[in-house]
């Protein structure tokens, strides 16, 4: 594997040159170091560092935190603070740019490699959640359920385009309402809202099945639905919100009749291929048989071109007996 490349942000040049000796030593490349803020994002975009070793205090427009806020921006790359100061209003300002580690100057060998080796597999970890998180995202954006989360308060936290045209409403306007609001739904034949799915999935912690009900969208208009919501625990059991998927149902039972009849007649077309019927010719001597058009088949090509039988090849006992006289297996 490819040593970890670090670029050094530091704007005294000795103490650079120690910093990156040590760090060579610890097996890592450091192919730049940079004085300045300004110096130091030209040099990001140039080399693409896996990790930032970032002093805080740097001379010119910029200090550490502004230069690493700069180069996230464009980069996703785990920055470590290497400072002399400790103080309360300089730490707070190293949090808002999420530093994968802060150390104290003067610092010990084992102990930079300890932190730079924890940074960089937490940002290979996290990079990977980002992309799994990335392909959910986007499967659920495409798929023609609607769907629906809520937090513990039953807000709406996330709509997909599919729940949007449901509803009427859009992702940013949902956003904050109550599920009740937003999904109003009636159970088919009865005139007032039914118990909230959402509410009824956290407060028994449980799934519960939308098993044919109307959604009124923001527009009035009418659909049948059926769905299931199912509340999202934490580890410790505690409730945190509800996920709600619905699809839309037939507007009647015609296109469910249809569906059946043509699903019917695929199965008995399907079981009369797989059961020839009527007359077949077939010859005595070479066991083959013809088509229409006269022209003869072996018995397995034409049943298997007819049909959905498939054969295998092997031998029977006689015929065993008659290849491989010598061999007592075919008794």
Not at 195 to 206: F, G, L, Y
Not at 249 to 277: C, F, I, N, T, Y
């Amino acid at each position: 594997m490819e040593p970890a490349s670090i670029l050094i942000v530091e704007d005294e040049p000795v103490v650079a040159k120690d910093i990156q000796l040590s760090l060579q030593r610890l097996g890592y490349r450091v192919p730049a170091t940079a004085t300045s803020g300004e110096e130091a994002i030209r040099k990001a975009v140039d080399m693409h560092p896996d990790l930032i070793l970032m002093d805080i205090v740097l001379k010119g427009n910029m200090d550490g935190v502004e230069t690493a806020l700069q180069i996230q921006r464009k980069q996703d790359v785990p920055v470590i603070y290497l400072t002399a100061y400790a103080d309360t209003h300089t730490l707070e300002r190293a949090k808002v740019t999420s530093p994968a580690g802060y150390m104290l100057k003067p610092y010990q060998a084992n102990e930079l490699r300890t932190t730079i080796e924890l940074a960089l597999h937490r940002a290979q970890h996290d990079r990977h959640m980002r992309e799994q998180l990335r392909w959910i995202a986007t499967t659920v954006r495409c798929i023609g359920d609607g769907i629906v989360t809520t937090d513990r308060a039953g807000r709406v936290t996330y709509m997909n385009p599919a729940a949007e045209d449901f509803t009427g409403w859009s992702q940013e306007e949902a956003a904050g309402m109550c599920v009740s609001g937003l999904l109003s739904v009636q159970e088919v034949g009865a005139m007032p809202p039914f118990e909230n799915p959402a509410q009824q999935a956290m407060t028994q912690v449980r799934m519960v099945t939308i098993d044919e009900a109307i959604l009124i969208s923001r527009q009035g208009g009418r659909r049948t639905i059926r769905g299931s919501v199912a509340p999202v625990v934490d580890d410790g059991g505690i409730v945190l919100g509800a996920v709600l998927v619905f699809h839309e149902m037939a507007s009647s039972g015609l296109e469910l009749h249809v569906q059946d009849e043509r699903s019917e007649a695929v199965w008995k077309r399907d079981q009369q291929l797989g059961r020839p019927q009527g007359i077949i010719n077939l010859c005595s001597w070479c066991k083959r048989v013809p088509d229409q058009s006269g022209e003869w088949y072996d018995l397995a090509t034409f049943i298997a071109e007819r049909s959905a039988i498939q054969f295998n090849g092997g031998l029977c006992l006689e015929c065993m007996g008659h290849c491989f006289p010598g061999d007592g297996r075919h008794k």
